[in-house]
């Protein structure tokens, strides 16, 4: 019994850290998997979406129009906030368009349609930093689990003794914050 108590939190360890660090580059349809990029029906729809939406440096957005009447512009913040498409960083209008996130950041999109972006046909894009703030630190919650297994006696060999007593106070935080 106390050997599957200490082996299902393991266990959980390993499948958190194979998720984050083999998770692939995803693409994204602006809007969600059926959207089109078009005026929306209410104007904050497109941003309602990339809120609910966590993207990793590498994903790829994709927008699909008819690229005779609409098209994307990327652009600045203060031309995405005053709808301006006079000076777009990129433009595209193939219709089917696929953009890699290549950093983090902000990006900004409007479309290229006279009066779309001021109906809300716009979005800004967040792109988390994948060396910041993200990675799947134990949480307290997670020691508890740990704690009511035995406590592993501490290793006599130098570093891992260190880290194993490192591990210890945390456990024993967490076991002090579950009391
Ligand atoms: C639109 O942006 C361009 C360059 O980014 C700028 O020169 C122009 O004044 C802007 N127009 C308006 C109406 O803000």
């Known amino acids: 019994m106390d050997s599957l108590k200490t082996l299902i939190p393991c266990l ?47 994903d790829s957005i994709v927008l699909k129009y008819d690229g005779k009447t609409d098209s994307v512009l990327e652009v600045t913040e203060e031309n995405y906030k005053s709808c301006n498409k006079s000076n777009p960083i990129k433009l595209y209008s193939d219709g089917n ?30 792109v988390l930093s994948s060396n910041h703030g993200h990675s799947p630190a134990p949480s307290p919650a997670d020691n508890h689990h740990l704690h009511h297994a035995p406590a592993p006696a501490p290793k006599k060999s130098g570093g ?20």
Not at 25 to 35: L, N, Q, T
Not at 160 to 177: E, P, R
């Open 12 to 58: 959980c360890v390993v499948l958190l850290v194979s998720v984050f660090s083999f998770s692939e580059a995803r693409d994204f349809v602006v809007g969600g998997k059926k959207s089109s990029w078009q005026v929306p029906s209410s104007p904050d729809q497109y941003n309602k979406w990339a809120e609910k939406t966590r993207f990793q440096i590498g």
């Open 97 to 126: 368009t696929k953009i890699t996130l290549d950093k983090s950041g902000p990006f900004f999109f409007i479309s290229g349609a006279e009066g779309h972006c001021d109906k809300g046909q716009k979005v800004e894009i967040k």
């Open 160 to 179: 891992s003794g260190l880290k194993a007593g490192f591990m210890g106070g945390l456990a024993a935080v967490g076991f002090l914050a579950f009391v």
